[in-house]
């Protein structure tokens, strides 16, 4: 159960795209279509902003996009806005009943 | 609406037992699959636990042997049983649904209550 690979910071100024990345193995990202990303400010709870690798829940903007292509999902927030600066993680099912997480990206709007 | 409020935690020494509570309303726990994940003070979240509709548990790596997932359908309530804590256990846990609308992800998730382990 390692956890995901994230780059720990990502940056882009209001009106650009930012693309994060989260990296696994064929036993995680690789192996099931169920890679979820959360959005989190400080002292908050994490917000579920992707499922199944790129289905957004209702309520959630379209600029929010998500992709995968091997042991890798990407999570891509477009037309980036003051409010999209937080933090972002990943998360995999694992298979074997158990699910894992990435280290978490600080997405700053410069 | 589907709300979830942890409460339970607090400062407890190297060793001891906690159990925390999670309420929900909106929805009921025993119909779903619900977990708990955690996050050490400035640091990344990490899956703990969790129980599946039918009562089945599964765990962490790191909790293992020490945690016990449960709930109680009469008070719609999840609990988790912690024991034997470690300094490292230190963190925010946070109770969520899996998959109740969104499969496989951790759709709702409560405000958290924080657990102290120290000395």
């Given at each position: 159960q390692s956890a995901l690979t994230q780059p720990p910071s990502a940056s882009g100024s209001p009106g650009q795209s930012v693309t994060i990345s989260c990296t696994g193995t064929s036993s995680d990202v690789g192996g099931y279509n169920y890679v979820s990303w959360y959005q989190q400010y400080p002292g908050k709870a994490p917000k579920l902003?992707?499922?199944?690798?790129?289905e957004r829940p209702s309520g959630v903007p379209d600029r929010f996009s998500g992709s995968k292509s091997g042991n890798t999902a990407s999570l891509t927030v477009s037309g980036l806005q003051a409010e999209d600066e937080a933090d972002y993680y990943c998360s995999s099912?694992?298979?074997?009943n158990n699910w894992v997480f990435g280290g978490g990206t600080k997405l700053t709007v410069l | 609406e589907v709300q979830l409020v942890e409460s339970g935690g607090g400062l407890i020494q190297p060793g001891g037992s906690l159990r925390l509570s999670c309420a929900a309303s909106g929805f009921t726990v025993s119909g779903n699959y619900m977990s708990w994940v955690r996050q050490a003070p400035g640091k990344g979240l990490e899956w703990v636990s969790v129980i599946y509709s039918g009562g089945d548990t599964y765990y962490g790596d790191s909790v293992k042997g020490r945690f016990i997932i449960s709930r109680d359908n009469s008070k719609n309530t999840l609990s988790l049983q912690m024991n034997s804590l470690r300094v490292e256990d230190t963190a925010m846990y946070y109770c969520a649904t899996v998959g109740a609308t969104h499969p496989y992800a951790f759709d709702y998730w409560g405000q958290g209550t924080l657990v102290t382990v120290s000395s």
């Open positions: 902003m992707i499922y199944e690798v790129s099912y694992g298979g074997s | -």
